[in-house]
């Protein structure tokens, strides 16, 4: 087994299936029993940091922006015979950029 096939494996196995944050799990989860793997012989002390792991972003669970759907329908509860109301309807549209 090289870090090859272990890269090749966590390509294969998530594309389209896992999240990058079930990827990354899934990659310390490996690293780990390599870690211990390699304790007892099993394997090179080397394996385990060979394993490319994604890089995950602090927000990056957050949704981009609302669906147009729900832009719309927000807009059509905004009444616009104030002021602010108007200034809450551009806020509105900004959002939805």
Do not use: H
Not at 11 to 25: E, F, I, L, Y
Not at 49 to 71: G, K
Request: net charge positive; proline share 4%.
């Amino acid at each position: 087994m090289t870090a090859t096939d272990l890269d090749n494996y966590v390509a294969t196995q998530g594309k389209g299936r896992w999240t990058r944050v079930s990827t990354a799990n899934t990659v310390s989860a490996l690293r780990a029993f390599l870690r211990y793997a390699a304790k007892e012989g099993w394997c090179s002390n080397r394996l385990a940091e060979a394993i490319a792991r994604p890089r995950l972003y602090q927000q990056e669970s957050l949704p981009y922006a609302p669906d147009w759907s729900a832009v719309q329908q927000m807009l059509a509860d905004v009444d616009t015979a104030k002021p602010r109301d108007i200034r809450d309807r551009a806020i509105l549209l900004l959002l939805a950029l």
